[in-house]
């Protein structure tokens, strides 16, 4: 293997004595590797500073996010949970396969383990990466912003067991709220997908102890609700993005939070 973390240490220069595609093949089996510290590692810096600087050819790019869709179906969930990272690494430098949404949508709200971390793989984070990539297919033009809303109730309305650790109810708000800032989304879009939350929670008494899956809506919901209010930054060294239909959002997330909590 390369010595990842030398050419991590030289700005991420590219070595002259491999092709690019031996390369990129390996930064790609490094990044579902069980060891954290390889997987999490020089590789993934690497590799992410490639895609951003355009230092592998479009149609190497176009190889490797077909590769990372086929492995949202892998055996392995630290491989499954950072093929999301890759795609949105290669989604936000511009690259895009319609086939990659499909990838998606049927991973992302199937998933059933959520764990943040592990012992021993490390960081795995599934609702977070997932989040992270549902944004920017969200933001693309070619995905119409109601899908990928659609996907964020399915996720949330999913059955689990495992309460959310690892700020991921903070990053699917975020994610969803990056969405609702589409300036294409009609208002009835921009709040229709909360509907099938409302219906898949607000029918019954909440037992106690709160089952994880309400827990983690909730908390998701009530941080949208400030976004919405607030907007939401791109980036961190960004300004805040108004949501276009601000004022309807939060109404339909406070009616829906009502509705859960009084049920």
């Known amino acids: 293997m390369n010595d990842w973390k030398n050419i991590e240490a030289a700005d991420c220069a590219v070595p002259t004595d491999r092709p690019m595609d031996d390369l990129v093949r390996e930064l790609s089996r490094a990044l579902a590797d069980p060891d954290p510290l390889i997987r999490d590692g020089a590789p993934y810096s690497v590799l992410a500073t490639w895609i951003a600087r355009g230092a592998i050819e479009p149609s190497l790019r176009l190889e490797l996010g077909d590769e990372m869709a086929g492995r949202l179906t892998d055996a392995r969930i630290e491989a499954r949970t950072f093929a999301p990272l890759v795609l949105e690494m290669l989604v936000t430098a511009g690259d895009f396969k319609a086939g990659w949404v499909d990838a998606f949508e049927r991973w992302y709200p199937a998933e059933e383990d959520l764990r943040g971390h592990d012992e021993k793989l490390g960081w795995l984070h599934a609702v977070a990466h997932g ?100 907007g939401v930054r791109p980036t961190s060294d960004l300004a805040a993005e108004p949501l276009p239909h601000r004022d309807a959002v939060k109404s339909g997330v406070a009616t829906v939070l009502d509705r859960i909590v009084k049920r």
């Open 131 to 230: 989040a992270d990539l549902l944004a920017a297919f969200g933001r693309r033009p070619e995905v119409a912003p109601a899908r990928m809303l659609d996907l964020a109730a399915a996720r949330l309305t999913a059955p689990t067991h495992h309460i959310y650790d690892q700020l991921e109810d903070d990053r699917l708000a975020r994610a969803i709220a990056r969405v609702l800032t589409r300036t294409d989304l009609s208002a009835r879009d921009a709040v229709g997908w909360l509907e099938p939350i409302a219906d898949r929670f607000g029918a019954d008494r909440i037992s106690t102890p709160v089952p994880a899956h309400i827990s983690n809506c909730l908390r998701t919901l009530r941080l949208l609700y400030i976004l919405a209010d607030r």
